[in-house]
């Protein structure tokens, strides 16, 4: 599957990376795209029958199936986020039944977060509950998917613009860690990183698609940083996950600039 964020602003930086994405899944398996907030810019939609969805959504994608399984960004929250839901409701490509849900894909069990409308991100209470209600038994067992996929808004840590989220850090890090997640994907920084310090979860930004920001110096457990236009690319099987980061440049050209594998025991 492919996940992206940031893609809302309807410029050509977000036409050129959706023409990469549909490019990419022409020639490979792609399941679905993880849709990773600020999907609508400036104030998200006041209406299921906004315009906004077919300017910054359905122009984009145009050709192209998905389906779209999304979350909500800070600037979604500055409209009516009850609009999307509805929206999910009459589209056939935009999947979004609340806030924060979960779906199962393949050996994977996915969980969508609302990370909330501040510029620091936060995951409540009453989500982080429900998280471990579905992950008290070891992944695998009972009829649970080997991969635990969470995925939101708010980067845990980053070398972007907006930098580490300290609730994310105090708060969501240890209650990922705690119901074994093993992948954190998100956006709000405009750019694309891979942070990886050898513990679960392994963090991976994916803001790229459409308008950039400059980075700062990377942390010591970026693996991979890029101000660029791009999306990330997951394989998951039941013992190995494969990642490729895929840059878009302004012409149009992609070229995986990072590769990296992880084992499932």
């Known amino acids: ?31 679905f795209v993880a849709y990773l907030g600020d999907n609508l810019y400036p104030e998200g939609a006041q209406s299921a029958d906004d315009p906004i969805f077919k300017e910054k959504f359905e122009v984009f994608w145009e050709g192209f199936d998905g389906p779209f399984w999304v979350a909500l960004g800070n600037h979604d929250h500055y409209g009516k986020i009850e609009a999307e839901f509805a929206y999910a409701k009459t589209s ?4 979004q039944p609340a806030a924060w849900y979960t779906f199962t894909q393949g050996v994977a069990d996915f969980y969508v977060f609302d990370t909330g409308k501040e510029e620091e991100g936060s995951i409540s209470a009453d989500q982080l509950a429900w998280l471990g209600e579905h992950t008290s038994g070891p992944a695998g067992e009972g009829g649970a998917a080997p991969w635990r996929v969470a995925y939101g808004h708010h980067p845990i840590h980053s070398s972007g613009l907006h930098g ?41 930004v994916s803001g790229g698609g459409g308008d950039l920001r400059k980075v700062n110096p990377p942390q010591p457990t970026s693996t991979y940083l890029a101000s660029s236009n ?20 302004t012409g149009g050209v992609s070229t995986v600039a990072y590769h990296q594998e992880w084992a499932k025991p």
């Not at 056939?92 to 999947?95: A, D």
């Not at 990330?232 to 190995?240: D, N, Q, S, V």
């Open 230 to 249: 791009g999306f990330g690319y997951l394989i998951l099987e039941p013992t190995r996950a494969t990642l490729a980061m895929v840059e878009v440049n």
């Open 1 to 31: 599957f492919v996940f992206l964020g940031d893609t809302g602003k309807g410029g050509p930086g977000q036409k050129r990376t959706a023409d990469a994405v549909k490019a990419w899944c022409a020639e490979r398996r792609c399941d």
């Open 92 to 95: 056939k490509k935009w999947k």
């Open 164 to 204: 580490d989220g300290p609730d994310m850090m105090r708060v969501v890090e240890p209650a990922f860690a705690k119901a074994g997640v093993d992948f954190w994907l998100c956006g709000h920084d405009h750019n694309l990183e891979v942070l990886d310090d050898g513990k679960a979860p392994v963090e991976i």
